[in-house]
């Protein structure tokens, strides 16, 4: 019987769907294990072979935990809201309902076709009103909560709403407005409208006015890393910055229980870095500059508050409040048309950029201890979004601000340290100070408490701790993205009661933007008239709690039980990419511990483990255009002008491209012409990078399955290298995986005879090689080293071919081995010898002590220092049973004279040397 891996393959599934095996019950006396996947979007391109390295990870551990005696909750769903969504729709003239729900079952055809072990039942869509419609209960939760400061934790509104009637807000400065303070009599004299803008000051979900990226041809704001030199990374549209009312989530208020919280998970070192640098801790001063001939000020954060007299200009962000303020009539339309530049420019971009800018403001503010006019510029290189959007520059102690003050031709009069001469010269941070009034000859510790000091009792500035991470936007202007359960009515935003849940998305036959900036809802009349919200939540509110809901998912009264969030608790592993580091990770965190504070959850982390899959890359190919219908082969293209154009991998047969199928691809490539290589072939440049339908490398999972089979493919994924090491597909590399199992298989069937297993008992060397492939295959299982199992697996194949095993005793156990990892095939073969259900439910084998320990010793035999065989030996045996051995070894005595010799050297554990 051959390797029919197809008929394998079909047969085990439905086997496994018949018996309903990867049913997963919420039941509490077993030990639980939680294992999950960073859920997909359901794009319409489908699966690529990069895709499934992280779900074949967590598939094989997953059966592996399961086959050890755990409750294994292994689920999969789709976050299938979100702009590209929206956009593949709006692209392909069909509606996100049809696209997504397309998209999700042509994902769930290639999951299945990989064999994962998914409960299907267990299965959440973000897009599903059913689920949305918890989405939407939990945001009025943060929306109806606020942040105790003094408690560190989230409590609810109403509990302000109490306090602020009996003692106004003196003990709940507002996060918002830290000037901002009322009497409770005050507060009972407020109309609704004021309490409920003060309120909203304080809501962890809150609404607001704030710079956005605006892209018009979207009708969107976009986030900073969906921004690329100005456009939208998908379309490649212009994005401007614009004013507009917006949701955020408060989740600044729980920076240093996020940062806390990291000490406590297995998360990288480079991972919790990435979350420790993105929300930015730093301690230091607020101070206020007054601006000149104004009541305004300027208020400025610096964790250096000792260098307060090295102060020579200030700079503000061009987007900053106060810039058309204080801007002068002389200057207005020079900083009109600075600020304009800076609003096509990315956050990003404006953060890398070399070169320097900026415009005077006309404006001078006043040192608060010298009383010196300070010139007031503004810079694309302060952001609006870190600190105060300005800052007081220090030409003698940063190197930004020397080469901007000398860019500039601003004067440096005031000079801290002794080491200031040159046109290129500046101090480093700790300088000596000097020139410095109260705080001169002070180190810069004891400076920086002084000058707090006499902020503080001038009232002028307080010690402050500053974070770097902002409030999370949590509004989008589009369609395909869960309704926001509020009624706006006279300013005042009112939360739909939760029996009115979920608030679900009208159906349109065709949708456009808003007017001003607003949602694609705005537009329906039948919306509008009740007053509801015309944004839509951001692609990632659904995705910030999806792991509870797989905990209890047919939950019709809560987004889960308490007894089922109890049970399953926090998720043990998860896996998924880096590119979610300061995003989705940061967002789920924060989602948690505000349950946690609001009593739904016991746990405030929601994830345990994290594991980071690196990157399946594509070998991408090139041809060598000369003109327009002239193209010349890799080998001689450097005689030529030549622009390299990437083809589809399809028409390539390794290196070898097939000129056929070229001119065919497009119709502008019809009447291609080729300069070949002296052999006659074309042949295409390579390059290795990222695999995407848009390089035209990508490789689709469901080919290589229907040549060789979804075994072979899992096995192959984990083969190509470390799980979170990037590394590039090799389609021919797959070949000699696949050969494995063929060679596997014949350990049990012949092609002619069939079913070759026997009843015999194994032998020593059998049972050694078996027992050290379970131990070295289960560690490498523990530590996600999925490589190097597979290898071992390729070991003992080998092994046990050279024994001529079949014996059942032996190849029962290795069934149960490649359960995880091959389960299709192991399925098969459980069945034929006779395994009771499936192989899914049987345990995993067991690894005995006293075949893994090494007993014996092979020994290089010399004559005369020359090795010329080996022999094995007991590790206790005694020099006089080994000379015995050797002198009696049939190559030995070819090297004797007439069996004569001088002496025999034994060195223990290490050689055997015969001197004649």
Not at 492 to 501: D, F, M, N, V
């Amino acid at each position: 019987m051959e390797y029919n891996f197809r008929h394998i393959e079909a047969e085990s599934k439905k086997k496994w769907a018949e018996g309903n095996v990867y049913r997963t019950e919420n039941d509490f006396s077993k030990p639980k294990f939680y294992i999950l996947d960073m859920f997909p979007y359901p794009s319409g391109a489908g699966l690529h072979v990069g895709h499934p390295l992280g779900y074949i990870a967590s598939d094989i551990y997953a059966r592996y935990k399961r086959m050890k005696g755990f409750n294994v909750l292994h689920p999969m769903g789709f976050d299938a809201f979100g702009l590209p969504a929206e956009q593949y729709a709006l692209d392909t003239g069909q509606h996100p309902v049809n696209t997504t729900k397309k998209n999700i079952q042509r994902y769930k055809e290639q999951l299945d076709n990989i064999g994962f072990c998914y409960d299907w039942s267990r299965e959440v869509v973000t897009a599903d009103p059913k689920y949305y419609r918890w989405t939407q209960w939990i945001f009025l939760q943060l929306f109806n909560a606020y942040f105790d400061r003094t408690a560190q934790k989230a409590k609810p509104v109403k509990e302000l709403v109490a306090t602020f009637a009996q003692q106004g807000n003196a003990a709940h400065p507002s996060p918002e407005d830290a000037s901002l303070r009322f009497s409770a009599a005050e507060w009972q004299s407020f109309s609704e409208k004021q309490q409920q803008d003060i309120l909203m000051g304080y809501r962890l979900a809150f609404s607001g006015f704030g710079e956005v990226n605006w892209c018009e041809a979207l009708g969107t704001v976009l986030a900073n890393d969906e921004v690329v030199n100005g456009l939208s990374e998908r379309g490649g549209h212009p994005v401007v910055k614009k004013k507009l009312r917006q949701w955020y989530l408060r989740i600044t208020e729980y920076a240093d229980r996020l940062l806390a919280g990291l000490d406590t998970v297995e998360f990288s070192e480079a991972m919790k870095e990435m979350q420790r640098n993105w929300i930015g801790k730093s301690t230091g001063a607020q101070i206020r500059f007054a601006v000149q001939n104004s009541d305004l000020t300027v208020e400025v954060f610096t964790t250096r508050p000792d260098t307060v007299f090295g102060v020579d200009f200030m700079v503000l962000a061009p987007e900053h409040e106060l810039v058309a303020a204080i801007t002068t009539p002389e200057q207005k339309a020079e900083v009109d048309a600075y600020v304009a530049y800076v609003k096509s420019r990315s956050e990003r971009e404006r953060m890398a950029e070399k070169k320097i800018s900026g415009c005077f403001t006309g404006a001078y503010s006043i040192h608060p201890f010298s009383g010196k006019s300070i010139p007031v510029w503004i810079s694309e290189y302060v952001l609006a979004g870190y600190g105060t959007g300005a800052i007081m520059a220090v030409p003698c102690g940063d190197e930004r601000d020397h080469k901007f003050a000398r860019h500039f031709d601003i004067p440096v009069t005031n000079i801290i340290g002794d080491q200031y001469s040159g046109e290129d010269a500046y101090t480093e941070k700790d300088f000596t100070l000097v020139n410095s009034e109260f705080i001169n000859g002070l180190n810069p510790d004891d400076a920086a408490a002084r000058v707090i000091d006499q902020l503080v009792q001038e009232g002028i500035g307080e010690r402050r701790i500053n974070y770097k991470m902002r409030d999370a936007a949590f509004s989008r202007q589009r369609y395909w993205g869960e309704p926001f359960p509020i009624r706006w009515i006279d300013g005042i935003a009112y939360p739909l009661e939760e029996g009115q849940l979920p608030l679900e998305l009208p159906h349109v036959d065709q949708y456009g933007p808003g007017p001003d900036g607003q949602g694609p809802l705005a537009n329906i009349e039948s919306w509008t008239n009740e007053h509801y919200e015309t944004n839509t939540m951001p692609g990632y509110a659904g995705s910030s709690w999806y792991f509870l809901r797989y905990m209890d998912p047919g939950n019709q009264y809560a987004f889960a039980d308490r007894a089922a969030t109890d049970y399953w608790n926090q998720v043990d592993i998860y896996i998924g990419g880096t590119e979610h580091a300061v995003g989705h990770l940061l967002y789920s965190r924060m989602w948690t511990k505000a349950l946690y504070d609001l009593g739904y959850i016991g746990f405030d982390e929601p994830f345990k483990r994290l594991v980071n899959q690196g990157m399946i890359q594509g070998s991408s190919r090139f041809v060598y255009r000369i003109d327009e219908n002239m193209f010349v082969s890799h080998g001689k293209k450097d005689a030529y002008n030549t622009t390299a154009i990437r083809i589809d991998v399809s028409m390539v047969d390794g290196v070898v491209l097939d000129t056929d199928a070229f001119k065919k691809w497009r119709s502008e490539y019809a009447n291609a012409q080729f300069i070949l290589e002296d052999n006659g072939q074309y042949i295409c440049g390579v390059e290795t990078e990222k695999m995407s339908k848009s390089k035209y490398n990508v490789v689709n999972p469901d080919d290589i399955i229907a040549q060789y089979g979804a075994d072979t493919f899992r096995m192959y994924e984990m083969f190509l290298g470390p799980l979170d090491v990037s590394k590039p597909w090799d389609t021919k590399g797959i070949e000699g995986v696949h050969r494995f199992l063929k060679k596997l298989w014949r350990l049990y069937f012949d092609e002619q005879k069939g079913n070759i297993i026997t009843e015999e008992t194994p032998s020593d060397a059998e049972l050694k090689a078996l027992h050290k492939s379970i131990r070295k295959i289960e560690q490498d299982t523990v530590r996600f080293s999925f490589n190097t199992a597979v290898s071992q697996f390729m070991i003992l194949v080998n092994e046990l071919s050279d024994l001529n095993c079949h014996k059942k005793a032996i190849l029962l156990p290795l069934a149960q081995l490649l359960a995880p990892f091959a389960p299709h095939a192991a399925e098969a073969l459980w069945e034929q010898m006779g395994g009771s259900g499936s192989v899914v439910a049987a345990p995993f084998p067991a690894w005995e002590e006293k075949y893994t320990v090494e007993n014996t010793k092979v020994y290089p035999v010399a004559i005369n220092g020359k090795t010329r065989t080996e022999l094995e030996f007991a590790l206790d045996a005694d020099q006089a049973a080994i000379e015995q051995v050797v002198l009696a070894d049939e190559i030995v005595q070819k090297w004797l004279d007439n069996g004569q010799y001088k002496k025999i050297i034994f060195v223990k554990g290490k050689m055997i040397n015969v001197v004649v």
